[in-house]
């Protein structure tokens, strides 16, 4: 566990180092959940199967115990000086790519390109709020430029993203909270990074 200071506060960070990684995968949570989430755990699951290490970033608000969601310029902040100080330290001279349920894959790809992500791993993302899907948000999705893999819940009344030139969108049993496609939510997320390790090795 380590704690890491940024503008807002301390983060906290639950490192989970692979042997020989390929890669590292740092994720965070959900507006009103923490890195417990049964599809985080999962997905950390599969990182390790596949060579990847992870960290799961608690946001300072978290931290300090609060249950309201600050504005996005201060989650991205936040976020932005983990990333810093990860790649710079703990997760030195790996490619990373970033992620997280719901709010915290937003803030993953609001800040792909400040962070140099080499890829974005989205679980649950909301694509609007529900039954106002005339306020999507897809253009976050669309404005990351590196590989995007979207794992959503066929009845996720936060909507459904539609794939794109750089991104992959598997659809799993369930709902926004991924509870009932916890097995291809593993499944996805392990073939997806073994295909990015596997082509990210070739291309060097």
């Known amino acids: 566990m380590l704690e890491i200071e940024t503008p807002h506060g301390p983060a906290r960070v639950l490192l989970h180092q692979a042997p020989r990684a390929s890669g590292a ?3 965070g949570h959900g507006a009103g959940g923490g890195v417990s989430a049964p599809d985080l755990m999962v997905t950390t ?4 199967e596949a060579q990847f290490s992870v960290a799961l970033v608690e946001q300072p608000y978290k931290v300090a115990g609060r249950r309201s969601q600050p ?6 902040t936040a ?3 983990v990333m810093d100080r990860l790649s710079a330290d703990e997760l030195a001279g790996l490619r990373l790519i970033t ?11 609001r800040t792909a390109a ?19 899907p005339e306020k999507s948000r897809e253009d976050e999705l669309d404005a990351v430029e590196v590989p995007v893999l979207v794992v959503q819940g066929e ?19 369930g709902n926004h909270s991924l509870k009932a496609g916890l097995d291809q939510v593993e499944k996805a997320v392990c073939d997806w990074l073994v295909d990015f390790g596997l082509s990210r090795s070739s291309s060097r």
């Open 25 to 27: 995968l740092v994720l």
């Open 45 to 48: 699951r599969a990182a390790l």
């Open 71 to 76: 504005p996005v310029t201060q989650l991205d």
């Open 79 to 81: 976020w932005t000086a």
């Open 99 to 109: 992620g997280g349920r719901s709010a915290g894959a937003r803030v993953a790809c």
């Open 114 to 132: 400040d962070t140099g992500a080499a890829g974005v791993l989205c679980l649950a993302f909301p694509v609007h709020p529900p039954g106002k």
């Open 155 to 173: 009845s996720d009344p936060f909507g459904h993203p539609s794939p794109g030139p750089n991104r992959t969108v598997v659809t799993v049993a």
